[in-house]
């Protein structure tokens, strides 16, 4: 028997095809779920294994990087090792950018090969003159460090390279690793105290950049140059210069030199130059009573300057100069040190010498800031006057490496004589667009030399009168009276080139 349509009820023969069509579609959307589990898990598995991968080649390769480190060093043992690079193997090649080190008289330079591997999602890994580096898309880090060695006691840099001599591909299992030949280029252990300069020329110089920074510090990276996608140079600088030298040849040596201002380049360098804060801190401490260090019996301690004072040779400290204060010097019968544990305010006349005899000077030591944003005179002073260039062998500004100085961009600020604040801090916030350790915005005059960690200059044609004096060439300037604590010069340089074969079983 069977019930209308119109009344809402099927044939019993259609309840039976709408349960089984109903088990149907459940058992493929539960088979649709499970591809999509199953695809899901297979991409985790994959990038799990394809991690896995990476990490034991990884391993294979700082493993390498001693075994040939081993060979160049001990060249009558050949080494043996189980290597993996993993599926797809590796490629020996001879000649992929090159070293170049000079410094004295050593101007040396070494094209070097390298070992790489490359995953399938296109990570590498590669060995490259003792170093293994590890790139991932832009990224390249320092899995296994090369083996520069700066060692400041004994005034030494050591750098021995290590490179293949023929090109293969190399797959998974034993290798023996041979060594060679060794250039010792002997001619090259004696630099003279002077500074050395590497150039890597690289795929992976980003790799050496992240390197050079952690063995030599923020300033030791002079410049990157981009090549193409696939290649760059990396400019770094070991040990540092004599400071006795800071103003004998330009206006500015300083790390980084930014801004739009066209100062002439004879009159510029990029340089190194060692921070100075023990010097300052011990001033500090041999001027304050409260010390053990106290040496002051004919020290004069003026508190926070706020008014004019007329001062003679001596030793004087302050804990500030407020933009009301002003010290002015005669030096006609000897020198005169200012320690400053504190800033200066500059406005106007702040700090004068009116009177001097030939070959003494003011030498002035501080520890906080340098503030003539808004205009304020630091100056050999001309019949009292600060208008005209007299002599920027006379002051002598010793800041610490974390002093920001100031000029501009108010008022007509000017400086005379020279600034030394030497060191490797980058590390500066933006004030009136700056961010580097000495802002010269415009309208300043400044007449002398100065050092820094970083230079800012901002202002059009003839906005800044920046000056150099001659007479700084020849000065005797004291601005490290203790030369004997000095950071060691480089004086060694230990360059050899180790050649290796590498050949699998």
């Not at 019993?12 to 999509?36: D, E, F």
């Not at 034993?174 to 002997?186: A, E, G, P």
């Not at 004072?309 to 019968?333: K, M, P």
Request: with cysteine; proline share 3%.
């Amino acid at each position: 028997m069977s019930v209308p349509f119109g009344d809402g009820s099927t044939t019993p023969s259609r309840r039976g095809q709408s349960t089984v069509l109903g088990i149907v579609l459940l058992i493929g959307m539960v088979a649709a779920g499970s591809i999509g589990v199953l695809l899901v898990a297979s991409d985790a598995i994959s990038d799990v294994e394809q991690e896995s991968e990476h990490d034991r080649v990884e391993g294979a390769f700082v493993e390498l990087s001693q075994q040939m480190a081993s060979a160049s060093t001990n060249g009558d043992v050949p080494r043996s090792m189980n290597m993996d690079v993993g599926e797809s193997g590796a490629i020996i090649m001879s000649d992929t950018g090159n070293i170049r080190i000079q410094g004295g008289d050593v101007d040396e330079n070494i094209s070097i090969g390298a070992i790489e591997y490359t995953g399938d999602d296109g990570t590498k890994i590669a060995y490259q003159s003792g170093g293994v580096f590890r790139e991932t898309g832009s990224e390249t880090r320092v899995v296994s460090a090369p083996p520069i060695q700066y060692d400041a006691e004994s005034e030494t840099l050591s750098f021995p390279i290590v490179k293949t001599r023929d090109e293969a591909e190399l797959n998974s299992g034993d290798i023996t690793v041979t060594h060679h030949s060794t250039n010792s280029m002997q001619n090259t252990s004696l630099v003279e105290n002077d500074t050395v300069t590497i150039k890597v020329t690289s795929k992976y110089y980003r790799g050496w950049e992240d390197y050079f920074e952690q063995q030599g510090g923020a300033t030791t990276v002079q410049s990157i140059e981009i090549h193409d996608e696939k290649s760059g140079t990396v400019t770094a600088e070991f040990g540092f210069q004599e400071v006795s030298d800071a103003f004998r040849t330009g206006a500015i040596y300083a790390t980084d030199i930014e801004g739009n201002y066209d100062l002439d380049e004879d009159l510029t360098e990029k340089a190194t130059y060692p921070a100075l804060d023990d010097e300052i801190e011990k001033y500090v401490n041999e001027t304050d009573p409260s010390n053990e260090d106290y040496e002051g019996e004919n020290v004069t301690d003026l508190g926070t300057v706020t008014e004019r004072e007329d001062l003679r040779d001596g030793i004087y400290v302050a804990e500030g100069i407020t933009e009301s204060g002003h010290l002015d010097f005669n030096l006609s019968d000897g020198n005169a040190t200012l320690v400053v544990d504190g800033n200066i305010d500059a406005n106007d006349d702040t700090i004068t010498v009116s009177e001097y005899a030939s070959g003494n000077d003011l030498s002035i030591y501080m520890t906080g800031d340098y503030d003539a944003s808004n205009g304020g005179n630091t100056c050999v002073a001309n019949e009292m006057e600060c208008e005209e260039n007299e002599d920027g062998t006379v002051i002598q500004l010793v800041a610490s490496s974390e002093s920001r100085i100031q000029f501009g961009p108010g008022g007509n600020s000017r400086f005379e004589g020279v600034i030394y604040a030497g060191g490797a801090n980058e590390d500066w916030e933006s004030e009136s667009s700056c961010d580097e350790q000495i802002c010269i915005h415009s309208n300043p005059n400044f007449y002398g030399s100065l050092v820094a960690s970083s230079v800012y200059l901002k202002g059009g044609e003839g906005s800044i009168d920046f000056d150099y004096d001659d007479r700084l060439k020849d000065a005797d300037l004291s601005i490290y009276p203790d030369p004997d604590a000095l950071p060691p010069q480089l004086t060694y340089l230990n360059v050899a080139e180790h050649q290796v074969d590498v050949v699998g079983d």
